[in-house]
């Protein structure tokens, strides 16, 4: 079993900033791409940001510049560090990881950390 746990979320003025942070536990030998998704009210869940094991980085176009994704191999984390937030970054974000363990590879998603963004 793999699982991933966020901290982080909570409620901040615009112009803010907040970190998130995901830790992955279990059966794991390594974990390839990690990623944080959000979705907000009545959307869609979307892409916010992912990197590579190697360190390879992907943002959504909405908040390049203003977030930056890291991870720790060592300890199966990783962060999102959320600057200059506006009220449309609220959401609830979630973890994503594609996991390998012994005998599979698996997608595993957290349970979703909310961030708001009052004006």
């Known amino acids: 079993q793999v699982q991933l746990v966020e901290s982080g979320g909570g409620l901040v003025q615009a112009g803010g900033s907040l970190q998130l942070s995901c830790i992955a536990s279990?059966?794991?030998?390594?974990?390839?791409?990690m990623a944080w998704y959000r979705q907000a009210p009545g959307k869609q869940r979307e892409l916010v940001a992912s990197?590579?094991?190697?360190?390879?980085?992907n943002y959504a176009d909405s908040v390049k510049g203003r977030f930056s994704i890291s991870r720790d191999n060592s300890k199966n984390t990783v962060n999102l560090q959320m600057n200059s937030l506006k009220p449309e970054d609220t959401a609830v974000y979630y973890c994503?990881?594609?996991?390998?363990?012994?005998?599979?590879?698996?997608?595993?998603w957290g349970q979703g950390t909310l961030v708001t963004v009052s004006p």
């Open positions: 994503k990881a594609f996991v390998v363990t012994r005998d599979t590879w698996l997608e595993v």
């Open positions: 279990g059966r794991i030998v390594s974990i390839n791409e």
């Open positions: 990197i590579t094991r190697g360190g390879n980085t």
